[in-house]
């Protein structure tokens, strides 16, 4: 059973680029979640998407939005990149109101 | 909103030996989870442990323990016998029951050495 895939695993973007980050949820599951690490820190929830509609979001500019497919798989897509951009980027996902959460390991973005 | 605090930052333990990390945190909430997270080089976030705060009875997971106290808002995690394996970064995190988005604090990076 593949658990939580993310890609791709490294990026590096020039600022004011645009980037799409990608997520399998694991199997079975229907909710996935979106996170930002920046270096030294604790993920920062970004939002969630359930149904394929944005359940929650945590405070982020519109610059980043996301989608979710009828598949469950989900997309991060942030524009006019930053470099405070730069961070790991991880996906949680779960099955509908469970309360365990399993990560994937995440997509390391670079702004340059 | 909630927040999450862990005091922390970093930590070493002797191989074998028990060490405890810290975490409070804030909310108005009377139902919520709490959690702690493992991040070792892997970066892949594993979950350690969870508590209920309905529940009154601490969590175990064999090596790993917390210490809930609900009126303090303190949740702290105990890892006996320590082993090379636990070295990692060990993250508290909350979350209230309704939608299961996570408020993280800042992490403890623990060492275990030999």
């Known amino acids: 059973d593949a658990g939580v895939t993310q890609s791709p695993t490294h990026l590096i973007k020039t600022r004011g680029q645009q980037v799409t980050l990608r997520c399998s949820p694991k199997?079975?599951?229907?909710?996935v979640s979106w996170y930002q690490q920046a270096l030294g820190q604790g993920p920062q929830f970004i939002f969630q998407?359930?149904?394929?509609?944005?359940?929650q979001r945590g405070n982020f500019p519109d610059r980043f939005s996301g989608h979710q497919f009828p598949n469950y798989s989900s997309e991060l897509n942030v524009n006019a990149l930053l470099l405070g951009d730069s961070a790991l980027y991880l996906c949680?996902?779960?099955?509908?109101?469970?309360?365990?959460?399993?990560f994937g390991q995440g997509t390391r973005l670079t702004v340059v | 909103a909630q927040t999450v605090t862990q005091s922390q930052p970093e930590m070493s333990v002797q191989e074998a030996e028990t060490v405890t990390l810290s975490c409070t945190y804030d909310?108005?909430?009377?139902?919520?989870?709490l959690f702690w997270y493992k991040q070792p080089p892997s970066r892949q976030m594993i979950l350690v442990i969870r508590?209920?705060?309905?529940?009154?009875q601490n969590a175990t997971e064999n090596r790993f323990s917390v210490n809930f106290q609900k009126a303090a808002k303190s949740f702290s995690l105990k890892i006996s016998d320590s082993q090379l394996g636990d070295t990692a970064m060990y993250f508290c995190?909350?979350?209230?029951?309704?939608?299961?988005?996570?408020?993280f604090g800042a992490g403890t990076r623990l060492t275990v050495k030999p």
């Open positions: 909310t108005s909430e009377s139902n919520y989870y």
């Open positions: 995190a909350f979350m209230k029951l309704k939608y299961n988005d996570m408020r």
């Open positions: 508590q209920e705060a309905y529940k009154q």
């Open positions: 199997s079975g599951h229907d909710t």
């Open positions: 998407y359930y149904e394929e509609e944005e359940r």
């Open positions: 949680a996902s779960s099955l509908g109101g469970h309360i365990e959460a399993f």
